[in-house]
T-cell receptor
Framework: EAGVTQFPSHSVIEKGQTVTLRCDPI?????LYWYRRVMGKEIKFLLH????????ESGMPNNRFLAERTGGTYSTLKVQPAELEDSGVYFC?????????????????FGEGSRLTVL | GQQLNQSPQSMFIQEGEDVSMNCTSS?????WLWYKQDPGEGPVLLIA?????ELTSNGRLTAQFGITRKDSFLNISASIPSDVGIYFC????????????FGKGTKLSVKP
């Protein structure tokens, strides 16, 4: 079974440009999350989708970040316009639905991350 | 906001040695988790703890959920070279599912 896949693995852009990151969750996982790790800091929660709906977007830093999950499958995270402080590794994770008690908090499956460098 | 203080930041040990790392917080958490990140990979869940006082093992790894619900430790016994990586603690205190608070990580290096 394929894991969580993210694209691109590394993106280098200039300040003011736009970048779109993509995440394909594990097939059948309704829950999809975006996290970010800025250099030297902790991994921080950005938002959580349940299918195509945003369940929790409390971690989104500002309105330059737009996340979508049309159709409840893959998700995109767009940064427009990018700023220097947006540099970091963006992780996507997915998990199964809680129905039937099969899912417990924390059993997230992470992708390899998309490294964003803003110059 | 809530923060997890993870220590140590890094460790350099000899193969075969035991390792201990911990996380503390001023806030109460309902769930404590330990993840490991290998270079170029995403974090992988090692151990999940759901009850205060819980002690759980996974092979050579043992983790405990502190009684006060404000701390957790992870021990690795008889370390081997493939234990190299960054270990993260994470907690959830009542936000939405999957809204985890992470520590800054402990970078482990093992000398063969």
């Amino acid at each position: 079974e394929a894991g969580v896949t993210q694209f691109p693995s590394h993106s280098v852009i200039e300040k003011g440009q736009t970048v779109t990151l993509r995440c394909d969750p594990i097939s059948g996982h309704d829950n999809l999350y975006w996290y970010r790790r800025v250099m030297g800091k902790e991994i921080k929660f950005l938002l959580h989708f349940v299918k195509e709906s945003k369940q929790d977007e409390s971690g989104m830093p500002n309105n330059r970040f737009l996340a979508e999950r049309t159709g409840g499958t893959y998700s995109t995270l767009k940064v427009q316009p990018a700023e220097l402080e947006d540099s970091g590794v963006y992780f996507c994770a997915s998990s199964q639905d809680i129905a039937g008690g099969r899912w417990r908090t924390g059993e997230l499956f992470f992708g390899e991350g998309s490294r964003l460098t803003v110059l | 906001g809530q923060q997890l203080n993870q220590s140590p930041q890094s460790m350099f040990i000899q193969e075969g040695e035991d390792v201990s790392m911990n996380c503390t917080s001023s806030s109460i958490f309902n769930t404590w988790l330990w993840y490991k990140q290998d270079p170029g990979e995403g974090p992988v869940l090692l151990i999940a703890l759901y009850k205060a006082g819980e002690l759980t093992s996974n092979g050579r790894l043992t983790a405990q959920f502190g009684i006060t619900r404000k701390d957790s430790f992870l021990n690795i016994s008889a370390s081997i070279p493939s234990d190299v990586g960054i270990y993260f603690c994470a907690g959830q205190s009542g936000g939405s599912q999957g809204n985890l608070i992470f520590g800054k990580g402990t970078k482990l290096s093992v000398k063969p």
